[in-house]
């Protein structure tokens, strides 16, 4: 009986919801509440929400804003680093104790005194935890065993820390500035940390927090977490107790929005303030209309084509000369990456410590033939590239295919899944391969110990670095990579990674082609909004709304 | 009492066999329904260590050292031999445990608790709406067989099985969100609403009635109407034309000629009684769309930003999380099996030659 009302029921309630709906006929400009920012954003790559365990772009974005760290980057000259929770800091004589005093009357956003004492237990949870971030702490020689002694508070407003060998100030200051290695509320994780018997997978029988801080928040920011759904939003209310200058919004809603155009949509109807993911369409739509605006910022992530050695015509260096004239980079960036990079041609992005602005290479057929020819390769030869089926690398594949043709080189692509390519690319099985590599913290040794360090070249090396997956065997660059780590002067520091940059250029198996940009369109009544450099400095703090 | 019902119940007199019939049923429905679900799983499981694809480069990412890559390997067995990898999962699965997602670090289970409910939601209203709007459209196609309207109801059809969805969806966002401004998007409810409102079981607009939150309800039913109509329709064109034949079958039956010979009105012998006979396959026919959609309509969710099973199982797939797509894969089978089970059950309800049993 039931079952023969069903359909009926359904009738009557579609009937009435159709009428209501169409009754609703006058078209009301949704608008957001003047309180609020509303950002359309895709956030699906969130899978924490603590510090030391998310390492996700979005994640760290909104980390930045609930979380302060003791420095970070100085957004009017990126290649710096000022005071956040620390007021002043020195370096020992012998470079290996780092003492930060921090600021007076510092709180946490429940209200908790933040002292040196909450630091270093930070410190210990995320070395401990052993998630995806620890390796920032890792590489100073902080581990498990360790990490008690070598960070400590010396009284409630310093904080000692002691790495394992003289590294340059500015590389150690620079990883400090990273949103996973912020000040998290002790007095308010210690009820939530849950126990468990010691056991090889859980080495310390303590989850130190890490299961409540995967959705709740403990920091000092200028926001706090209210809510993560994940695929869904994330909610930030203005922390009243932030010891800086207070945020002037009261909120700021994350919403999951994967679909450029349907952010686009939603940004001219003024359901959101801000579209973060437009590509080149919508952009330029964005662009054209008089009542939106656009905020552009490059970032910390560079685009190349790289050369597998083990390839013995790619070995050659005129080859790889020859190659790095054979790519349209104006064409590229007139079109292909428009509005989502610029043409750069060097490892280290715009805006780190050392980076070099240089753009010899340019689209050069006849060059490339010379160069061809003197490697005895008059008449070219054919290779294959490994190409991720996403744009813009697919694009660029295909605009080199072309304009190598020109020279003889037949490029044979190969589509594939971005992990399916990426597992062939580690084994070093390819010829050659677009990837892309962001920086890890914005210091120039996140890129150059990638670059150009391989300590150890052979098959079963451990240290897989891109030098290392194109088989380019360089000892005397690593030494000079390993030197640039450790010299104190930061402009004598600049000097050596624009060294090695000059070098990679002319040798090195990597056409660098763009660095990204990213872009922002917001509604004509956001004022304020800043991209940083990388994702955890685009502060909401100062955004206000008309 | 038709006779074939008489002789079952004679033969079944005898209490043992009255007992076994129902049993053997239940055993055999059983063995289905685990052979399936391993036969799912075998294929799943197979098709995920196959893919040239390291899952460990999804726990870990690009740039874990290689002494952690090593510990992955061995805490996720992936160094033991296939077929031991194959027994313990399914040992697992059997347990309920479908192991722990790489991509969002939680219990698959807990993952799909949560996007499970916003597919069903938005499913369900897609099948009131399909099932709503195009039973009796195909009704009206196959009573006025050949005539224009006929034609209509048969190119509407042919638009929702032929349009891409995904640009019917962008399209649509286009007329009635940003030109019309009758809906509200993006995601289930506004951002008014965002941190007041709590749903218990997740399915908002139910939670929303419950709580007798009306302005919530409506907020949430301006969010959802959209994207259900958008499912409703495709699973329109495909009721309707199935409606259609059914119906065209029926009216060419005897009793209805007998019906109207008896004088009964138009509209009886139509509604009551040729539509009575096919809603019998129909049944079938809505149950399987319904599970369509509940297998989660990706490019929908992606369009409308709905947290939904098919746009976790895709995201989960492209990032070879293989945990949560087997997971996905099996509770998709299970709703599945669980659907067919309840089809088969109205079936019973329905057709009146099966009631006396």
């Not at chain 1, 009986?1 to 209501?20: E, F, K, S, Y």
């Not at chain 1, 210091?443 to 990638?450: H, Q």
Request: proline content about 5%; overall charge neutral; aromatic content about 8%.
């Amino acid at each position: 009986m039931i079952v023969q009302r069903l359909p009926r029921l359904g009738l009557r309630t579609l009937g009435a919801a159709l009428c209501l709906a169409l009754s609703y006929g006058a078209p009301a400009l949704a608008k957001t509440p003047a309180d609020t920012l509303v950002e359309g954003f895709a956030i699906d790559d969130i899978i924490s929400m603590d510090p030391a365990e998310s390492f996700e772009l979005t994640a760290g974005e909104v980390l930045g804003n609930v979380y302060s760290s003791l420095v970070h980057l100085d957004l009017d000259d990126t290649s710096k680093v000022v005071g956040e929770l620390a007021e002043s800091w020195t370096v020992s004589d012998d470079g290996l104790t780092f003492t930060f005093k921090l600021k007076p009357r510092l709180v946490f956003a429940s209200g908790n005194p933040l002292t040196a004492d909450d630091i270093a237990w930070s410190f210990e949870r995320m070395v401990k935890l052993d998630k995806s971030p620890a390796f920032l702490l890792n590489q100073f020689g902080l581990t498990g065993e360790n990490v008690t002694q070598k960070v400590k508070a010396l009284d409630p407003s310093t904080l000692a820390i002691t790495v394992d060998q003289p590294y340059a100030p500015s590389f150690v200051l620079n990883v400090m500035a990273a949103s996973p290695i912020s000040a998290v509320d002790r007095k308010l994780v210690e009820p939530n940390i849950k126990t468990a018997p010691v056991s090889d997978t859980n080495k310390y029988g303590s989850d130190f927090g890490n299961g409540w801080l995967k959705t709740n928040s403990a920091g000092s920011g200028p926001f706090k977490l209210r809510q993560w759904r994940a695929n869904e939003a994330v909610v930030l209310d203005r922390n009243d107790k932030y010891f800086g200058p207070q945020a002037k919004l009261a909120r700021v809603v994350y919403r999951h929005m994967k679909e450029s155009a349907g952010q686009r949509l939603a940004l001219e109807a003024g359901d959101i303030d801000v579209a973060r993911n437009l590509e080149p369409g919508d952009l330029t739509a964005v662009l054209a209309n008089p009542k939106l605006a656009v905020v552009t910022k490059p970032k910390g992530t560079v685009y190349y084509i790289s050369f597998n050695q083990k390839n013995p015509n790619l070995a050659k260096p005129e080859v790889r000369e020859a190659l790095k004239y054979l790519i349209d980079y104006d064409a590229i960036g007139a079109t292909l990456i428009k509005g989502i990079g610029e043409v750069h041609q060097t490892f280290l992005p715009e805006g780190v410590l050392g980076a070099l602005d240089a753009k010899p290479y340019k689209l050069d057929v006849e060059k490339a033939k010379e160069l061809l020819a003197s490697a005895g390769l008059k008449d070219g030869f054919t290779v294959t590239i490994d190409v991720r089926n996403t744009q813009p690398v697919t694009g660029i594949a295909e605009a080199f295919q072309q304009s190598a043709a020109k020279a003889g080189v037949k490029v044979e692509i190969i589509p594939g899944d971005g992990k399916q390519t990426l597992t062939k690319y580690r084994a070093r099985n390819h010829d050659m391969y677009i990837g892309q590599w962001g920086s890890d913290y914005w210091d120039p040794n996140s890129n150059a110990e990638t670059f150009t360090a391989n300590p150890d070249n052979s098959d079963a090396g451990k240290i897989k670095t891109l030098a290392w997956r194109n088989a380019w065997d360089v000892p005397e660059l690593t030494a000079r990579t390993r030197a640039a780590l450790l010299e104190k002067d930061a402009d004598k520091r600049a000097d050596l990674y624009r060294e090695l940059q000059k070098d990679v250029l002319e040798t090195g198996p990597y056409a660098l082609i763009f660095q990204q940009t990213e872009v922002a369109g917001i509604g004509g009544n956001v004022e304020g909004l800043r991209l940083g450099p990388t994702f955890d400095t685009n502060y909401v703090g100062p955004v206000s709304k008309k | 009492m038709s006779p074939t019902v008489a002789a079952a119940s004679r033969t079944g007199s005898r209490p043992a066999a009255r007992l076994w019939r129902p049993l053997l049923g239940l055993i055999r429905f059983a063995a289905v329904v685990a052979t399936t679900f391993l036969g799912l799983l075998a294929v799943t499981f197979f098709i995920g260590r196959v893919i040239p694809v390291d899952p460990v480069l999804a726990v870990l990412g690009d740039r874990a050292p290689a002494s952690a890559m090593e510990r992955v390997r061995e805490e996720m067995g992936l160094n033991l031999p296939l077929w031991q990898q194959f027994v313990l999962y399914v040992r697992q699965a059997l347990s309920g445990d479908f192991g722990t997602s790489v991509l969002t670090t939680n219990a698959v289970m807990d993952d799909i608790r949560r996007v499970f409910p916003a597919t069903i939601e938005l499913a369900t209203l897609g099948t009131l709406i399909g099932t709503g709007l195009g039973v009796p459209l195909g009704v009206l196609a196959a009573v006025k067989r050949g005539s224009l309207t006929d034609q209509i109801v048969r190119v509407i059809g042919l638009v929702g099985y032929s349009v891409p969805i995904f640009w019917l969806a962008l399209l649509s966002l286009l007329i009635f969100y940003a030109r019309l401004g009758w809906v509200a998007y993006p995601g289930r409810i506004g951002v008014a609403f965002e941190y007041s409102f709590t749903s218990t079981t997740g399915l908002y607009l139910l939670d929303a009635l419950w709580q007798g939150e009306w302005e919530v309800a409506w907020d949430v039913f301006r969010h959802i109407i959209l994207p259900a109509s958008l499912l409703g329709y495709f699973s329109l064109a495909y009721i309707s034309r199935m409606t259609r034949s059914f119906m065209l079958n029926e009216l060419g039956q005897e009793y209805i000629v007998a019906a109207r010979a008896k004088g009964l009105s138009e509209a009886r012998i139509i509604w009551c009684h040729a539509l009575r006979n096919a809603a019998v396959p129909l049944v079938t026919v809505i149950a399987l769309s319904y599970a369509n959609l509940l297998e989660g309509s990706v490019l929908t969710e992606t369009v409308f930003s709905w947290p939904g099973l098919g746009l976790y199982i895709t995201n989960s797939l492209q990032n070879a999380d293989m945990n949560a797509v087997l997971g996905g894969t099996l509770v998709i089978g299970a709703t599945f099996i669980g659907i067919n089970l309840l089809s088969d059950l109205l079936y019973r309800l329905l057709d009146p030659r099966t009631h006396a049993r």
